[in-house]
């Protein structure tokens, strides 16, 4: 999270933000909430700043509307970037995730962030994701001193909301073009284009960068469904199972159970139970030659 670190006089007064995010749909990169705050004797000026909501202006105007704000000592900013690597774990663990209930914490964070380093918070626009009014009851419950306006197209309703669209966008934006892939093969860009699923230079890119089994470089969101079809020119992998305590209870049928992976590497796709076969190969030959054992204990 990143904001002005110094806490200006005036956020001792009665403040409002807006929350707004950029990067939802694609399926390249970070997901990036922003929220802008000011007094909420600032609101008048605020609507003469010409701040819209990000996706109706060109980059040339966000971008200087953005350096415009940054130096406005009457307007505080910060920004939460989720990495594409942390929505794919999330939405792809056991216990799921889901988008909703990650966008949901990353805009109360940002209301926790600007309360904790003093700002005296009492208006918080936001705009909606999921159910506006559920929304608007989730964030009160938190922060019962706060009241809080969650609407559809907020970024084009309230110019504070309009502000953090700017600050979320611009900050995604960047993001991508200074984006210092993790990978090292050969022949690898940054032509990726906007990232969303149906950009003609994304997709381009993400066939040029289809591992067979590795899936795609870590700037791709696995848990999209885009990458799904990809999937099925990935090889197969099969996992032995681990050796069993002779005396363990979780595994007491002899039909000791094995993964059959027909869609593998980093992709995270979900395994059907359906698909595992009987083993009783015993473990992996990896954890064998190693002398590699299970710990229960340190």
Known sequence: MNSSPILPKWASEACMMGIDEAGRGPVLGPMVYGC?????????TLSSLEFADSKTLKEEKREELFENLKIDESIGWAVDIIDPRELSAKMLKKSKINLNEISHDSASGLVAKALDMGVLLTEVYVD?????????????????????????????????????????????????????????????????????????????????????????????????????????????????????????????????RQLKL?????????????????????????????????????
């Open 36 to 44: 802008l705050y000011c007094a909420v004797s600032y609101r008048s």
């Open 128 to 256: 909606t994701v999921g159910d506006a009014e559920k929304y608007r009851i989730k964030l009160s419950e938190r922060f019962p001193s706060i009241k809080f306006i969650v609407a559809k197209k907020a970024d084009s309703l309230y110019p504070v909301v309009s502000g953090a669209s700017i600050v979320a966008k611009v900050t995604r934006d960047r993001a991508l073009r200074n984006w210092m892939l993790d990978e090292t093969a050969e022949n690898m860009h940054k032509n990726f284009g906007s990232g969303y699923p149906g950009d003609p230079e994304t997709k381009a890119w993400m066939n040029d960068h289809q591992h067979s089994v590795f899936g795609f470089p870590t700037l791709v969101r696995f848990s999209w469904g885009t990458c799904t079809p990809y999937f099925k020119d990935m090889v197969e992998v099969l996992w032995e199972s681990d050796k069993l305590d002779e005396e363990g209870s979780a595994y007491k049928n002899t039909n000791r």
């Open 262 to 298: 027909s869609n593998v590497g980093i992709t995270g796709y979900k395994r059907k139970s359906e698909e595992t076969e009987s083993s009783g190969k015993g473990r992996c030959k990896f954890f064998e030659s190693r002398k590699l054992e299970i710990v229960t204990q340190f």
